[in-house]
């Protein structure tokens, strides 16, 4: 596989210059890596080229996540959300519905308990094989070599997938062929123009350096969805999904050794018991303010992800 071109922004076209260098953000994954941004929308690209199997190691390793039980009803809550904004742009069910990248089919299911008739598209085959064991069967492939008819689709799903491909603005083609005109997409991606980015810096939660090849930021991402035939109608930086944790493992990210050490642990990546495990318990009690920051900051159109939905034109 290979890096992005490290001369023009993959959002906007306009060139790129050198940014800064960060660590990677997995313990499988150790290394500096290269940062390039652009001039123009913001927008920053990973230089180095993805490792061999990063998408399968470390915290992507597999396994069920530790408290995933727990995690269940909120995490069907956050894809209810999403149907919701799908919703409220005017895709509704009945129709059909594609996630792309569906991960372990958490959200085919939501979608078709919503009325939709959803598939989902998975290249990992850790993900087909966790979602068959829920008795959802996707589709293994990736955007590129994925079978979808042209124009067969009312509604898409692309939830934290666009910022891991190589091309974005050739999936996004890809994408808008598959819907119909008319047809809508939902979009989330993390925001480099957040507060959280800021605060966060080379320790950001969601920079996941280097399995994130684009950094994209609001503007960014709604030039490049227009630019590739997807009217933006809809853009929302309130998401409960990502945005309170991001800003606070962010933050304690500052203090502990490994990089987000709860998401790894979480992710059976990191030591239980270490000193890691005491920073972040100590650092429970700031976890509301999260909550209320990322409230602030979503308001002010600096959230820590941001969701659009964009038309088919
Ligand atoms: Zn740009």
Redesign the pocket.
């Known amino acids: 596989m290979s890096g992005q071109p490290a001369s023009a922004?993959p959002?906007?076209g306009?060139p790129l210059a050198p940014w800064r260098t960060v660590p990677g953000s997995d313990p499988a994954l150790l290394g500096d890596y290269e940062l390039a941004r652009?001039e123009?929308?913001?927008?920053a690209v990973t230089l180095a080229p993805v490792p061999v199997q990063a998408h399968e190691a470390g915290a992507y390793g597999g396994g069920v996540p530790r408290g995933a039980g727990i995690a269940a009803p909120v995490l069907r809550a956050f894809d209810r959300r999403r149907l919701r904004q799908l919703a409220r742009a005017g895709a509704i069910p009945p129709g059909r519905l594609l996630d792309v990248g569906a991960g372990r089919g958490r959200f085919v299911a939501q979608a078709r308990a919503a009325g939709w008739y959803a598939h989902g598209i998975e290249p990992s085959r850790r993900g087909v094989e966790g979602a068959r064991a829920l008795g959802i069967e996707l589709v293994s492939a990736g955007i590129d070599d994925a079978e979808v008819p042209a124009a067969s689709l009312d509604a898409a799903s692309l939830w934290h997938v666009l910022e891991h491909v190589e091309d974005p603005g050739a999936a996004l083609d890809r994408i808008a062929g598959w819907l119909r005109p008319g047809g809508m997409l939902v979009v989330g991606v993390p925001n480099l123009a957040s507060v959280q980015a800021r605060l966060g810096g080379g320790r950001w939660y969601h920079l996941d350096v280097p399995r994130h090849r684009t950094h994209f930021t609001t503007a960014?991402l709604q030039t490049l969805l227009q630019s590739h035939g997807l009217q933006p109608v809809s853009t929302c930086h309130l998401l409960a999904e990502h945005n309170p944790f991001g800003l606070w493992v962010s933050l304690v990210s500052r203090a502990t050794r490994v990089p987000s050490w709860l998401y790894h642990a979480l992710k059976r990546n990191a030591p239980l018991r270490s000193r890691d495990a005491l920073i972040t318990v100590l650092a429970l009690p700031l976890a509301p303010l999260a909550v209320l920051a990322e409230a602030v900051f979503g308001l002010a159109g600096r959230g820590g992800t941001v969701s659009v939905v964009a038309r088919r034109v």
């Open positions: 922004c959002a906007c306009a652009c123009s929308c913001g927008t960014g």
